[in-house]
C-alpha cells in the first residue's frame, strides 16, 4: 500500500518540477561569447573540404 503512494507523490513531484517557467538567462557575455566561437567555427570551416573528398576540382 505504501509504494504506489510513494510512487505516485514522486511522479507528482517530478510533473511539478518538469512543468516550471524556463529561467531567463539574458546574460550578455554568455551571448557574446557564443557569437565568438560561432565566428570562429565559420572561419575555419570555409574553404575546407570533408575528409575523403579531394579539393581542387
Request: hydrophobic share 50%; net charge positive.
Given at each position: 500500500?505504501?509504494?504506489?503512494?510513494?510512487?505516485?507523490?514522486?511522479?507528482?513531484?517530478?510533473?511539478s518540477?518538469?512543468?516550471?517557467?524556463?529561467?531567463?538567462?539574458?546574460?550578455?557575455?554568455?551571448?557574446?561569447?557564443?557569437?565568438?566561437?560561432?565566428?570562429?567555427?565559420?572561419?575555419?570551416?570555409?574553404?575546407?573540404?570533408?575528409?575523403?573528398?579531394?579539393?581542387?576540382?
Open positions: 500500500m505504501i509504494i504506489p503512494v510513494v510512487a505516485v507523490l514522486a511522479a507528482a513531484a517530478w510533473a518540477w518538469a512543468q516550471r517557467a524556463p529561467k531567463a538567462t539574458g546574460d550578455p557575455a554568455s551571448l557574446a561569447e557564443h557569437r565568438r566561437f560561432m565566428a570562429a567555427m565559420e572561419r575555419t570551416t570555409t574553404g575546407t573540404s570533408a575528409p575523403g573528398e579531394r579539393s581542387g576540382r
